[in-house]
């Protein structure tokens, strides 16, 4: 299963494409795209100071989309045989009910930018090479504190090829690595017992190792700390309260509160508590937020995305006022925009939806001690485990791993897990100071929606809400 | 619903399995086709050089189809299989997949799987289990209806429009929709393993929803949804009183406002409380107990629940949305008592956990084609009371939760605080809607504070749960 140096996605040609959305047309669809994927993936899980398992997979597939308005015709194959790619084509195709013959197609392919080279997959280096990361991991955690009782280590690596081509004339193929390693604790003393994780990931090859944030030692001792750390942990106050987000993790706020909310999808639905409010003032006048998906080597970025536009730096919220959407096919055909690049899908059993890449916060002028000591008694989060949002009402939760209590500007007792709850306008209106320190978080991001998962990137500088309730169970 | 998750754990490897019959030529999935696959790469791993193997072959169809506004949004039919294989070579295990079933490829597959395995170390307990463990036969559980094929794209169509309409229609407060949506899938599995046992199965499953919209104050929205699923197309609910029951839950939300932080009962939906009952049975997991990370590791035989609560799980269930004739070890499936009068009876275990933990395995291990085995529920089933649910609210101020957000459970601690919604219940009426509160307490107090369950269990899903009464709280609001 080593990597062929020709994925079947070589063998799509122009004219194999034509025919294919020629046949997906022939029913009087007024739109069709193709979207090949070849994915090829490795992980090694270790725990008890030992390789546990090693596992190895490659998908392969089509995915056909047929356009009849707003309404999507849809059908995915794993054989590429011309038969039944031939097949995928006319049931997607079933959409539309006027047939008409389809005249010749043509294709043209496009090169695109590269925006995270990398110089050899992690794929193509022996398995041993790998172990030695996890082994470092483990040894981090486990020297951390003699009360680390289990360690467990995880490396996930793949190579996904895309090939996009539509009846507009597009064809593009892009590859995306992605290279993910976590490490998660179990601290002991006797009494209580409290688990800590530390993980990152990136469009990287095993170079990823050599980022001193992804260092294997990094997230081995992290975890352990985290771990140690909840040992003596308290229990969170219940109610609303001043609450200080550190820079980094905390972009969870941004993408929960409003980057869902400013898909384009919801908005052309009305079914967003932002339809209906560009130009409006939905945050205080300190906030920009940008959803932008060509960083680097960032979990969110794309060079391409999965309808064949290319990435940009898109500014949702300028300023406090809302300035934008994310947009895919459909939805910039009805807003009358051009398609932001935010078209993406889990893999070619998915439709596309307009999602996010690297959604953030951009940096404040406030100095992060200066934040932290406005705050007569609050919360101060550190690190997160995930988020949730009701796109319809805005109600967003995210849940705490690592916080403090802030007393008298100084952080004092560290608390147990713990939620915050909001509503996104809200919750952004009430931000009252922002940091200079912005981040991208280097961390393992996967935002759900509609049943499908895809990779992102969040970030923030540190910020003040100035009233939010956090969810304890100790009443002040 | 949406969410961000920080996931320091490997994504399982997805070979998933979902897909179309009626329009397409791609065949029906077959059991007994699977199962030949799945023998024959059986014996291409033996031969290949592999002491054990175990080869799960799914194969499936889907059809999804939504409505909005009285329109088609989408249609998407497809099929799918994958093949998943665990081999096990000087006591190294490597699990491995592919969506490719050319012969050739097949072949080479089982070759380099065997190859892989050399990078793991070994572990006497990775072993296949024994062969004296396997199941003898597959018991029938009723899980395939034909008429589920039956069932076309402008069959689903109408459904999803009548039930859309039904929802707009039931009060001018229903102002936009979220759509409504029918699907199904069929699907055949199939698992052989060198230890002894090979068997297939096949199974078919049906739903639909509605997810009405009303405008509230401030530009908020709110969206309720209801659905109905079943393994069988005749039992499931008209569109209609889907539809009407989904906009009912809906124009009830509307005004929702947030409450004052208290200590008070808590009522929860069987919607609600089918997660609480989901992360419990979570925490009764073999895997999770060896690795130390459930507070209820030392806590068999111990009150862990209130004395009138009864937990089980139960694969056998005729027509369950979860059953499986064996598990996914070969094993054959049993009923199991987690919880009896509040005493925590057993942990589920597969393999490995039972041999870490020194017991047998409850044939309660799961798996996905792209992972390996691991412990998994079938359907889990907290028994209902005999009190009326309606009753339940009939406390002098109290708090009922229809929705939950978020992912505040601590396994290792039990610490639990969610984001909710619902409504507060005064002199045993429920007085108004409320949302963007939490709910927090500890599993151990939680589920030991049980005072009373409901007589309505909701047997929808694969954890069938009746209302559920905690007697204290803590409610973060204002």
């Not at chain 1, 981090?140 to 996009?164: F, N, P």
């Not at chain 1, 003393?189 to 294997?216: I, N, T």
Request: with cysteine; glycine share 12%.
């Amino acid at each position: 299963m080593s990597i062929p140096t020709q994925s079947p996605l070589q063998s799509i040609d122009a004219e194999l494409a034509s025919r294919l959305l020629a046949a997906a047309l022939e029913k009087g669809g007024e739109y069709a795209d193709l979207f090949f994927e070849y994915r090829s993936g490795a992980d090694f899980s270790f725990e008890e100071g030992r390789v546990r398992t090693v596992g190895r997979g490659i998908t392969t597939g089509l995915g056909v989309r047929v356009l009849r308005g707003d309404a999507t015709g849809y059908a995915y194959t794993e054989e590429l045989s011309t038969e039944r790619m031939l097949d995928a084509a006319r049931t997607a195709g079933q959409i539309a009910s006027s047939p008409r013959a389809v005249g010749p197609l043509s294709v043209t392919p496009r090169v695109l930018q590269s925006l995270y080279a990398i110089d050899r997959s992690s794929l193509e280096h022996p398995g041993e090479e790998k172990i030695a990361f996890l082994r470092r991991a483990d040894q981090a955690a486990r020297a951390y504190d003699a009360r680390i009782v289990r360690v467990e280590v995880s490396l996930s690596e793949e190579w996904k090829e895309i090939l996009i081509v539509s009846s507009d004339g597009r064809m593009v193929r892009d590859l995306q690595p992605m290279i993910r390693f976590g490490v998660s604790a179990v601290a002991e003393d006797g009494k209580d017992r409290q688990g800590g994780r530390s993980g990152g990931a990136g469009r990287y090859g095993l170079e990823f190792f050599l980022l001193p944030e992804q260092a294997p030692e990094h997230h081995g001792s992290e975890a352990a700390r985290l771990a140690i750390g909840m040992l003596k942990a308290e229990e969170a106050p219940a109610g609303m309260m001043p609450v200080v987000l550190g820079p980094g993790e905390s972009g969870i706020l941004l993408h929960e509160a409003v980057g869902h909310g400013l898909e384009a999808d919801f908005n052309r639905k009305k079914t967003s508590n932002y339809s209906d409010r560009l130009g409006g003032l939905v945050a205080s006048e300190l906030c920009t937020v940008v959803d932008d998906g060509t960083m680097g080597n960032a979990r969110g970025t794309i060079n391409v995305d999965d309808e064949g536009n290319a990435p940009q730096r898109n500014v949702l919220i300028e300023n406090g006022k809302l300035v934008g959407y994310m947009q895919d096919h459909i939805s910039s055909r009805h807003f009358g925009q051009t398609p932001s690049g935010n078209g993406r899908r889990q893999s070619f059993r998915h439709e596309p939806l307009p999602r996010m890449t690297n959604t953030f916060l951009a940096a404040g002028q406030d100095a992060p001690e200066d934040i932290i000591r406005s705050v007569q008694r609050g919360v101060y989060a550190k690190h997160f485990s995930g988020g949730q949002v009701n796109i319809s009402n805005g109600d967003f939760v995210f849940s705490l791993t690592e916080s403090y209590l802030i007393e008298d500007g100084k952080l004092t007792a560290p608390l147990k897990g713990v939620n915050l709850i909001g509503n996104g306008p809200e919750t952004l209106r009430q931000v009252s100071m922002l940091g200079h320190d912005f981040r991208l978080s280097g961390g393992t991001w996967t935002c759900g929606k509609d049943g499908q998962s895809v990779p992102v990137g969040i970030g923030t500088p540190t910020v003040k809400i100035a009233q939010m309730t956090v969810g304890g169970t100790r009443k002040s | 619903m949406n969410e961000i998750m920080n996931e320091p754990l490997p994504e399982r490897m997805s070979a998933g399995a979902s897909g179309s019959a009626a329009r397409s030529s791609r065949p029906v999935p077959d059991p007994a086709a699977c199962r030949r696959i799945a023998e024959q790469m059986l014996s291409s791993a033996l031969k290949a050089g592999a002491d054990g193997v175990e080869v799960l072959v799914r194969d499936a169809s889907e059809l999804e189809v939504k409505v909005r506004l009285g329109e088609a949004e989408l249609v998407k039919e497809a099929g799918s299989r994958a093949l998943g294989l665990r081999v096990i070579k000087d006591h190294r295990a490597a699990v491995t997949y592919t969506s490719d079933f050319s012969p050739s490829a097949l072949a080479a597959f089982a070759r380099e799987s065997v190859e892989l395995a050399r990078l793991a170390e070994p572990d006497p307990l990775a072993d296949l289990p024994a062969a004296v463990d396997m199941a003898r036969e597959v018991p029938e559980l009723d899980l395939w209806d034909d008429s589920v094929l039956g069932v076309g794209v402008p069959q689903a169509i109408d459904w999803a429009v009548r039930g859309e309409a039904a929802a707009r229609g039931f009060d001018p407060r229903v102002t936009n929709s979220d759509g409504a949506g029918f699907g199904r899938v069929v699907a055949a599995t199939a698992f052989a393993t060198s230890a002894g046992f090979s068997g297939a199965y096949r199974g078919t499953s049906v739903s639909f929803y509605v997810e009405p919209i009303c405008d509230d104050a401030d530009g908020k929205k709110r969206n309720g949804v209801y659905w109905t699923a079943n393994r069988f197309v005749a039992a499931l609910m008209d569109p209609e009183a889907v539809g009407l029951e989904a906009a009912r839950r809906t124009v009830a939300k509307v005004g929702a406002r947030k409450i004052a932080t208290c200590e008070v009962p808590v009522i929860f939906s069987p919607e609600a409380a089918r997660g609480l009952v989901g992360q419990f049975v979570g925490v009764m997991s073999g895997g999770a107990v060896w690795r130390r990370s459930t507070y209820l590791a030392s806590r068999e035989n111990t009150e862990v629940a209130a004395p009138f609560i009864e937990i089980v799980d139960d694969p056998l269930l005729p027509r369950g949305p979860a059953s499986r004739p064996f598990d996914a070890e070969g094993m054959a499936t049993k009923t199991l008592v987690l919880v009896d009068r509040g005493v925590l009876k057993t942990f589920l275990c597969d393999t490995y956990a039972a041999r870490k933990l020194g017991r047998r395995s409850t044939a309660s291990a799961g798996r996905a084609v792209g992972g390996g085995p691991h412990v998994t529920t079938s359907n889990v089933i907290l028994r209902p009371g005999k009190t009326p649910a309606a009753s339940l609210e009939k406390v002098e101020r109290g708090l009922y939760v229809t929705d939950l957000m978020g992912f505040g459970f601590n396994a290792v601690t039990g610490d639990y605080s969610q984001g909710a919604a619902g409504f507060w219940i005064e002199n045993g009426e429920r007085i108004h809607p409320v949302s963007e509160i939490t709910v927090s307490s500890n599993f151990d107090d939680l589920w030991r504070g049980v005072d009373a369950l409901g007589d309505d269990l909701d047997t929808r899903s694969s954890v069938q749960v009746p209302t559920v009464r905690v007697g204290k709280m803590t409610v973060a609001g204002l």
